[in-house]
Every structure is written in structure tokens, then in C-alpha cells.
């Protein structure tokens, strides 16, 4: 029988499923994405929109060496959504942590380790970990307290925004303006996440990518606790939306 811990919320939702949890996701995606495009070859690595876009333009124009090299990134980013839907179920078996918490384990390390690697090192190998890391993190975060959102990119939540805006115009319907504004919020953090690692970038370099280690880190510290303690019984119950 699962019962309730001092860390867990009492409407039932698991740690991992906090808003703080996603808010502190979408921060640290927010430094990911401003860290690949500045310093990392001048791409976004977090969603593979844009390299399928300009995969498209490339093989429009002929360019058809150059399209093919958006397969890599592609192709790391379905593995990464691949691993992460089969891994969880024998992670589960073990009864120690959840698959959520192993995730976020393996992602702070890989950020961690990205910061000893030198710019003069082609740039395609730091994005390529980077997309797959964002796949899974995208695939495995997907409820908060019951409301499905990313925590990668931002154009859902700005979409969500408006939406929830707009029923509480029209409807006066209080519970989409407070969705909305969690969303707006989440686009904050994101927006917050990319300003502070660019006003960092200068001074640090390759291993600006460690300021993503602080909210990684909190967030790691929240899962090690709630799986370890008050949620020790309840590792085999599923976030919303698995």
C-alpha cells in the first residue's frame, strides 16, 4: 500500500512530477540550447524541428552531402526517445531507483563531462549527446501535477498560454488561467536558463555547460530523496502520462 511522505505533495503526484521539478528542467534546457547555439556550432539541440527543416532546404537545393548530416542528430534523438521507453521496465526490477531518477543521474554526469571538452573538437559530438540526452528528458518528463507539458522547448507552452488565456476570457474559466500561467512560467525559466549561461559564456567557455549542474542538481537531490525515502514503496507506480 503506498502511503504519503513528508516529500510528497497530497494530491497524490509523485516527486517527480512537481512543477518545481519541470520548472528547474526547463532552466537547465534553457542553458543546453543557448550553450549548442552559441558555443557548440550554432544549433539548437534540444528539438530536431530545425534539422529537419534544413534537411529539407538541403536536399532542395541539391545539397544532398550536406542534408544527410541531419540524420546523425535525428537518428540520436529517436534513439534517445527508443532507450528511454524500453529501459524503464527492467530499471524497475531492481527496486532501488526509478527510471526518472537513473535519467537524471546519467544527465548531470554527461553535462559534467562535456565540460572538459575543448571547442577546437568538432562540434557534432557535443550536439549529438546533447540531442540525445534532450530526447530522453523530453520522454520521460511529460506530466506536471497532472498538466502535460516538455521540458525542452518551449512552443507548446507558448501555445498553452494563450490557450488558457483565452478559455479565461471567454469563459471565465479560472483553472486554464492558472494553467497558462504555470506554462508562462515555464517559458520564463527556459528564457532565464539561456540569459544566465550567455552572460557566462565569455568567461567560461566549454565549461559553461556546468552552470546546467545547478538545477540538475537540485532536482537530482529531490528524486535520490523521495526515491530512497518517502517514496521507497511506490517505485513501481508510473508517472501521469506513461
Given at each position: 500500500?503506498?502511503?504519503?511522505g513528508k516529500n510528497?505533495?497530497?494530491?497524490?503526484?509523485?516527486?517527480?512530477?512537481?512543477?518545481?521539478?519541470?520548472?528547474?528542467?526547463?532552466?537547465?534546457?534553457?542553458?543546453?540550447?543557448?550553450?549548442?547555439?552559441?558555443?557548440?556550432?550554432?544549433?539548437?539541440?534540444?528539438?530536431?524541428?530545425?534539422?529537419?527543416?534544413?534537411?529539407?532546404?538541403?536536399?532542395?537545393?541539391?545539397?544532398?552531402?550536406?542534408?544527410?548530416?541531419?540524420?546523425?542528430?535525428?537518428?540520436?534523438?529517436?534513439?534517445?526517445?527508443?532507450?528511454?521507453?524500453?529501459?524503464?521496465?527492467?530499471?524497475?526490477?531492481?527496486?532501488?531507483?526509478?527510471?526518472?531518477?537513473?535519467l537524471i543521474i546519467?544527465?548531470?554526469?554527461?553535462?559534467?563531462?562535456?565540460?572538459?571538452?575543448?571547442?577546437?573538437?568538432?562540434?557534432?559530438?557535443?550536439?549529438?549527446?546533447?540531442?540525445?540526452?534532450?530526447?530522453?528528458?523530453?520522454?520521460?518528463?511529460?506530466?506536471?501535477?497532472?498538466?502535460?507539458m516538455a521540458t525542452?522547448?518551449?512552443?507548446?507552452?507558448?501555445?498553452?498560454?494563450?490557450?488558457?488565456?483565452?478559455?479565461?476570457?471567454?469563459?471565465?474559466?479560472?483553472?486554464?488561467?492558472?494553467?497558462?500561467?504555470?506554462?508562462?512560467?515555464?517559458?520564463?525559466?527556459?528564457?532565464?536558463?539561456?540569459?544566465?549561461?550567455?552572460?557566462?559564456?565569455?568567461?567560461?567557455?566549454?565549461?559553461?555547460?556546468?552552470?546546467?549542474?545547478?538545477?540538475?542538481?537540485?532536482?537530482?537531490?529531490?528524486?535520490?530523496?523521495?526515491?530512497?525515502?518517502?517514496?521507497?514503496?511506490?517505485?513501481?507506480?508510473?508517472?501521469?502520462?506513461?
Open positions: 500500500m503506498f502511503h504519503l510528497q505533495k497530497p494530491d497524490g503526484y509523485l516527486v517527480c512530477e512537481q512543477k518545481l521539478v519541470y520548472a528547474l528542467l526547463m532552466a537547465s534546457a534553457g542553458m543546453m540550447g543557448a550553450y549548442t547555439y552559441l558555443l557548440r556550432g550554432g544549433v539548437f539541440c534540444n528539438a530536431q524541428t530545425a534539422n529537419i527543416l534544413v534537411m529539407g532546404m538541403s536536399f532542395g537545393k541539391g545539397d544532398w552531402a550536406g542534408g544527410l548530416y541531419y540524420l546523425i542528430p535525428f537518428a540520436a534523438y529517436l534513439l534517445g526517445a527508443f532507450v528511454s521507453e524500453i529501459l524503464p521496465s527492467p530499471v524497475k526490477k531492481l527496486g532501488f531507483l526509478r527510471w526518472d531518477t537513473y546519467v544527465e548531470t554526469a554527461a553535462l559534467f563531462l562535456l565540460g572538459f571538452v575543448p571547442l577546437t573538437v568538432p562540434h557534432q559530438i557535443v550536439q549529438v549527446i546533447i540531442n540525445f540526452l534532450a530526447s530522453m528528458q523530453y520522454n520521460t518528463f511529460r506530466q506536471a501535477e497532472g498538466i502535460p525542452t522547448f518551449c512552443t507548446n507552452h507558448i501555445r498553452q498560454v494563450g490557450v488558457g488565456f483565452a478559455k479565461a476570457l471567454r469563459k471565465k474559466d479560472s483553472t486554464a488561467l492558472r494553467r497558462g500561467l504555470i506554462h508562462l512560467g515555464m517559458v520564463a525559466c527556459f528564457f532565464v536558463g539561456a540569459a544566465l549561461l550567455t552572460s557566462l559564456c565569455a568567461a567560461m567557455a566549454e565549461k559553461a555547460i556546468w552552470i546546467t549542474l545547478v538545477p540538475m542538481g537540485i532536482v537530482l537531490v529531490k528524486l535520490i530523496r523521495a526515491d530512497l525515502g518517502s517514496e521507497h514503496e511506490a517505485l513501481d507506480r508510473k508517472p501521469s502520462g506513461h
